[in-house]
Structures are given as structure tokens and as C-alpha cells.
């Protein structure tokens, strides 16, 4: 099955710096990769998406990309605030599947 | 998310209980799941159906049990069999079609007294 890897596990930096998460996948089968953000006591709510037909996606100061050749996609987070202090999660998906797999979570602290 | 709702938000079981939580959705999506958190880890799938009346084991469908006789609901049952119950449970939906997002509730926090 899927085996998704997400790097780092926390991640501090100062307010209006970049942030970036990486993610590695294991079946070059996957063809949807979403992003969630997951605030405390909340669920993960999708920030940004990218399918396996395009390299690259932005949306204001969110942007993803992707490497299909290395099996591996990137969050970038440009401007941080602290509101975007949160746990941001991957997720793989292969469209013959019903499920997702996702990675372990990375804890973004924002310092003002 | 607005569309899905999870009761209650907290939960106690005595040990050797069973106990089932509540998911239901409005945003009429076909697919429906449960996955567990535990603190500092990430989501675990524990159930999942993409369709009314049929419903497939994710990876730790151990100790826990399901149902999806409607479209709009999908309740979680934690047998007393599940060992290590204390978590974060969170059912999330999707539409079904292909390469859709999944849409979260804001989960029940299940403790053992």
C-alpha cells in the first residue's frame, strides 16, 4: 500500500519568514495530494490541493509543488503570520483507491 | 465544518464498555470515514464506506465496528475489545467523484475513566 513521509515534524520560524513541508510517496500510482491545516480541538480543513497533471499550484501565499519523478510534493508558505501556527498534514491519493494515506504531521510555530 | 456533525464532542467510558459515536453529514457526499488521533501523531484510518449498506476495514479496524444504513450517516462503535480506546476520533466525507478533498468534523475526544 501507500506509504506517505512528511518532513519536519515541528517547524519554528519568525513571523514574515517562508515555511516549507515536504512530503515523500511511495505509489507512483498517486494521483491527488492535499494539504490540511488542523488548528487545536478542530478537524483538518484543506488549505491547497494539487493533482498529478500539473507541477505547481498557488494560491496568495500558499503554493504546492510537486515531482512526480521523485515522488515527492512540497508545501511553501511564504509571509508567515502567526495564525498560520497550526499541525499541516499531507495526503496521498490513488484514484483506483477509496482512501487516502496520510503523513504524520507537522507542527508549525510562527513566532511574532 | 458546518456540513458534518460529531457527538458529542467529549466522551467517558468505564472500561468494558462499549460506546458509539455520531457522525452525520448534510453535504449529501457518497464516502464517508473514521480515522483515530493520537496526541502528536497523525490520522490512522480506522473504517471507511463509499457507499450506503457497504463499508471496508481501513488499518486498524480492530476493536471497533460500523454501520451506513443511510447516506447521512455513519456511526462509530468502540467495542470493549479495543484495548487503548482513549484518542481523538475525527469522520470526515467526500463526494466520491474523482480526486475530491475530504471534509472534516470537529471530532469526539473519547477518555477511559
Known amino acids: 500500500g501507500e506509504n506517505v513521509e512528511q518532513h519536519p515534524s515541528t517547524l519554528s520560524v519568525q513571523e514574515g519568514d517562508s515555511a516549507v513541508i515536504k512530503c515523500t510517496y511511495s505509489d507512483s500510482a498517486s494521483n491527488y495530494f492535499p494539504w490540511y491545516k488542523q488548528e487545536l480541538g478542530k478537524g483538518p480543513q484543506l488549505i491547497i490541493d494539487i493533482r498529478s497533471n500539473v507541477g505547481e499550484k498557488k494560491d496568495q501565499r500558499i503554493a504546492v509543488t510537486l515531482n512526480k519523478t521523485a515522488k515527492h510534493f512540497s508545501l511553501h508558505i511564504t509571509e508567515t503570520q502567526p495564525e498560520d501556527s497550526a499541525v499541516y498534514f499531507c495526503a496521498a491519493k490513488n484514484t483506483n483507491a477509496g482512501k487516502s494515506t496520510f503523513g504524520d504531521g507537522t507542527t508549525l510555530t510562527v513566532k511574532p | 465544518d458546518g456540513g458534518i456533525t460529531q457527538s458529542p464532542k467529549y466522551l467517558f467510558r468505564k472500561e468494558g464498555q462499549n460506546v458509539t459515536l455520531s457522525c452525520e453529514q448534510n453535504?449529501?457526499?457518497?464516502?464517508m470515514y473514521w480515522y483515530r488521533q493520537d496526541p502528536g501523531q497523525g490520522l490512522r484510518l480506522i473504517y471507511y464506506s463509499q457507499i450506503v449498506n457497504d463499508f471496508q476495514k481501513g488499518d486498524i479496524a480492530e476493536g471497533y465496528s460500523v454501520s451506513r444504513e443511510k447516506k447521512e450517516s455513519f456511526p462509530l462503535t468502540v467495542t470493549s475489545a479495543q484495548k487503548n480506546p482513549t484518542a481523538f476520533y475525527l469522520c470526515?466525507?467526500?463526494?466520491?467523484?474523482?480526486?475530491?478533498?475530504?471534509?472534516f468534523g470537529d471530532g469526539t475526544r473519547l477518555s477511559i475513566l
Open positions: 470526515a466525507t467526500s463526494s466520491g467523484t474523482l480526486n475530491q478533498p475530504q471534509h
Open positions: 453535504l449529501n457526499h457518497d464516502a
